[in-house]
């Protein structure tokens, strides 16, 4: 059974930094992108970055490039998301999730998911 277990969510002050770690287990991860979405009290889940097996990211959103940096342990199949100069808009549900093939934004393309992280950003 595949899981995605999500960690490392919490309060922080603006301008802060958090770093969020999604352990996968279950299967191995060869040809699979892992990404990490979010939600926000009253939007809809949106994309955050996303990372393949050979390394390759994407991130969505000129507001989080140079704020949010994803990365990945193919060894402890993990996949880390730094978060830095936090932001009060950055409150939201923190999602790691993966799917086969090719970097997507779409929510309903991704197979799998993790339950979630909180992360509140205080002004």
């Known amino acids: 059974q595949v899981q995605l277990v999500e960690s490392g969510g919490g309060l922080v002050q603006a301008g802060g930094s958090l770093r969020l770690s999604c352990a996968a287990s279950g299967r191995t991860f060869t040809n699979y992108v892992v990404a990490w979405f979010r939600q926000a009290p009253g939007k809809e889940r949106e994309s955050v970055a996303g990372?393949?097996?050979?390394?390759?990211?994407?991130y969505s959103g000129d507001s989080m490039k140079g704020r949010f940096t994803i990365s990945r342990d193919n060894a402890k199949n993990t996949v880390n998301l730094q978060m830095s100069s936090l932001k009060p808009e950055d409150t939201a549900v923190y999602y790691c999730?993966?799917?086969?093939?090719?970097?997507?934004?779409?929510?309903?393309?991704?197979?799998?998911w993790g339950q979630g992280t909180q992360v509140t950003v205080s002004s």
């Open positions: 999730a993966a799917k086969s093939g090719a970097w997507s934004t779409e929510v309903t393309r991704y197979e799998y």
């Open positions: 990372i393949r097996w050979s390394g390759a990211i994407t």
